[in-house]
């Protein structure tokens, strides 16, 4: 049988320690002797013995935090030893290494693909959202050493943030954890109503201090604003106007 389909491209990535490795460009193989962490529904294939758990949100205080506002990551944990392939729709996948407790990273939880079991993670209120929208307030903040796979609807720009930087929040995939951010009304910034385009929401997002902010080109779906973490509801059920709700409990106007 001959095809381009067995050209070495195509053929399984050799690995010769546990851990993530790329695939490809689109899809993320972890050679499992141990545990990982990953997205709900990522799996696509597997070779081994493997036992595969779900998380919910990663525990009870996540899980009130997703109820709340909408957010969250649906994960599952997988054990066992063999070659476990991760991919999310096509997007494409990126790997990045956090090296210890003074290295940090807050990422929208759509584009949270998989991650190493000794890092550490939890929901946060993003900063200066107050009650812009009502779409949700938290992301997703990893710090400790380990290896994250984030995906990207298509190829991204780094954006070494040493001004004022500004992005479409649906947009932002993730950002050094020690930015500060801000919400800023399209109107404030001169743009009218150019901003927001899926959600109906006219915000834009804003970044300073010393760091990075990465930006796909693409926009997360209505309902995913700040969080994008997939978690199931749809843009105007409770989930989404709790968010709200709780941006005005914890102030920050």
Known sequence: MRSDLFAPSHAEAQTTKAGLTLQNSKM????????VIARQGAMVAYQGQMNFEG???GGIGKFIKQQLTGEGIPLMRATGQGDLFLADRAADIFLIDLEGQNDGLT?????VLAFESTLSWDLHR?????MLSTS????????GAGRIAITCKGSPVVLN???PTYADPQAAVCWSAGLRTGFHRADQLGLGTLLGRSSGEAFTMSFTGQGFVVVQPSEEVAGSLVGGTGSGQQAGTTGSGLG??????????
């Open 55 to 57: 998380l919910g949100s």
């Open 126 to 130: 993003v900063q200066g959202a107050g």
């Open 161 to 163: 943030v040493d001004q």
């Open 28 to 35: 993320l193989k972890v050679a499992l002797n141990g545990d």
């Open 244 to 253: 709200g709700v709780l941006g005005g409990m914890l102030g920050g106007r």
């Open 136 to 143: 949700g307030l938290f992301n997703c903040l990893f710090t």
């Open 107 to 111: 990422i929208n939880g759509a584009n």
